[in-house]
């Protein structure tokens, strides 16, 4: 019988499943084994035990790039250069690199200097300008640095702008403790909502990446939508694991907009920006 239609015939017997089975198990034996060697890998060349780095993959920084691109009304091309300011701003680069080799905890840290979304968060800053933006969860402050790297160029165009991070835990943000970047960051240690219920300027920019329960992300954006600036922009960082936000900005009339990142080399399977605005 030809092969063809013996396959065929087969499949519409109640055999199909086990004929299919030898062709079924290779296929995920071939995507687990590569997961295991990324995984090896990462056990021994890295040291992080959570709040991981990576790169993204050429394909997840492109659509990152139109991501940002629709959110913020601005060309691509312009996106991708922003990405590319942050991504060859080697006086960061080599402050991140120094300061991790010498920090406390630079036993559970990487030296390579990996900034995933971050570029994200970095190219969002650039476009919209925000005079004031809020970041909660700081953990070694390499988010804080690069908000305040976009802060930083902005200024030197004419639009000044500082970053509020909160943290609960009064070691985090070692990073961003050094000029230029402290210069435009007010570091404040202590439970993010009662911190956003004490601030008192209008907030153009927010991003959630704190305590990522689903009811502790809710207090967040309701704490901080009396305090939000006419079209500002609510961030979080969670949109890989809750609705929250997409729920906020329907109750709020806003847009929503969800990107999931996608890690190279790195067994995580990554996070997002999930935008409203
Ligand atoms: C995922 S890390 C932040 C990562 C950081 N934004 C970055 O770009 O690398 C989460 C941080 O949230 C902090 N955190 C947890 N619960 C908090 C709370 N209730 N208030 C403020 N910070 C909190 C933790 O101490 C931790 O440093």
Not at 11 to 26: S, Y
Not at 139 to 164: I, M
Not at 229 to 247: F, I, R, W
Request: include cysteine; charge should be positive.
């Amino acid at each position: 019988m030809d092969p063809t239609k013996l396959r065929r015939a087969i499949a519409r017997t109640p055999l199909a499943p086990v004929a299919a089975f030898p062709k079924r198990l290779a296929t995920v034996a071939r995507h687990d084994a590569k997961v295991l060697r990324t995984s090896a890998r990462w056990l021994v060349g890295s040291r992080e035990h959570h709040n991981y780095t990576y790169d993204l993959t050429k394909l997840s920084r492109q659509h990152l790039a139109w991501f940002v691109s629709v959110v913020c009304a601005v060309p691509v091309s312009q996106v991708r250069a922003y990405f590319g300011e942050i991504e060859s701003d080697d006086a960061l680069r080599r402050h991140i690199e120094r300061t991790t080799a010498g920090a406390a905890r630079r036993g559970l840290a990487d030296r390579q200097v990996r900034y995933a979304r971050r570029i994200g968060w970095y190219a969002i800053v650039r476009a919209a300008r925000p005079a004031h933006v809020v970041e909660t969860g700081v953990d070694k402050g390499l988010g804080s640095c690069v908000l305040a790297a976009a802060l930083l160029r902005n200024a030197a165009e004419g639009h000044p702008g500082r970053l509020t991070s909160l943290d609960i835990n009064p070691e985090a943000g070692y990073l961003a403790r050094s000029e230029p970047w402290s210069a435009v960051v007010d570091l404040v240690i202590g439970d993010s909502v009662a911190t956003i219920d004490a601030l008192d300027r209008p907030v153009d920019l927010f991003l959630h990446d704190s305590d990522h329960s689903r009811a502790h992300e809710k207090r967040e954006f309701d704490a901080v939508e009396p305090k939000m600036a006419p079209g500002g922009l609510l961030l979080t960082d969670n949109v890989t694991h809750t609705n929250v936000l997409g729920e906020h900005a329907e109750r709020t009339g806003r847009r929503f907009l969800a990107y999931r990142e996608t890690p190279a080399r790195h067994w995580y399977p990554g996070d997002g920006i999930g935008v409203a605005w």
